[in-house]
């Protein structure tokens, strides 16, 4: 089984600022890594697919990058709305999710 | 965008079973490859399983923690998916969600993802 692994557990940053989120897979998944944002008491929706390609309906401050075992999920400036657990999940080899990250809003 | 709705949650003893539903609309569900997702209160996401559609073969595979105690299986003529789950453990307990698995492509290669979500259903395993 693959196992996905993301880094930081939680973080706080000021509305405008950079974010960076980490996710490594426990073998390489090529490009097969899609990240999700879920809201409390909320379904998780899809943001990004393939690595870097943005979900239809997505802000564009959203943006992914990496390939074989190393990604990052970036938001360029950080929005109130913003505030959720993210989660990357690789589909190379059926699915797994890593354990999320948690941004708040200082 | 096809809509998903779950049902079938509750209050069930250890070792016993459930079976959940998954209604959907919008698109053509004979086509989608469909998945069941779970999240322990608190807890991450964690992927249970998907079926193909039968087009594709519609073989399914699961998770290592539920393989042997839960079955996925679907009904095309009703547009309904299921997710039978046997030998409950306290474990188990858990928000399920169904979800759409579509491939989205883009130039450089095409990306199955769990694309639409329903809102998911409350399975209790207690005592």
């Known amino acids: 089984d693959i196992q996905m692994t993301q880094s930081p557990y939680s973080l706080s940053a000021s509305v405008g600022d950079r974010v960076t989120i980490t996710c490594r897979a426990s073998q390489s998944i090529s490009s097969f890594l899609n990240w999700y944002q879920q809201k409390p008491g909320k379904a998780p929706k899809l943001l990004i697919f393939g690595t870097s390609n943005l979900h239809s309906g997505v802000s564009s401050r959203f943006s992914g990058s990496g390939s074989g075992t190393d990604f990052t999920l970036t938001i360029s400036s950080l929005q109130p709305e913003d505030s959720a657990t993210y989660y990357c999940?690789?589909?190379?080899?059926?699915?797994?999710f890593g354990g999320g990250t948690k941004v708040e809003i200082k | 965008e096809m809509q998903v709705v779950e049902s079938g949650g509750g209050l069930v003893k250890p070792g016993g079973s459930l079976r959940l539903s998954c209604a959907a609309s919008g698109v053509i569900f004979t086509n989608a490859w469909m998945s069941w997702v779970r999240q322990a209160p608190g807890k991450g996401l964690e992927w249970v399983g998907r079926?193909?559609?039968?087009?594709?073969?519609?073989?399914?595979d699961y998770a290592a923690p539920v393989k042997g105690r839960f079955t996925i299986f679907r009904d095309d003529s009703k547009d309904t998916l299921y997710l039978h789950m046997n030998s409950l453990k306290t474990e188990d307990t858990a928000v399920y969600y169904c979800t759409t698995v579509p491939r989205y492509c883009r130039l450089g290669g095409c990306y199955p993802a769990a694309g639409d979500w329903g809102q998911g259903t409350l399975v209790t395993v207690s005592a």
């Open positions: 999940q690789q589909s190379y080899t059926f699915f797994s």
């Open positions: 079926i193909k559609s039968k087009a594709d073969g519609g073989t399914t």
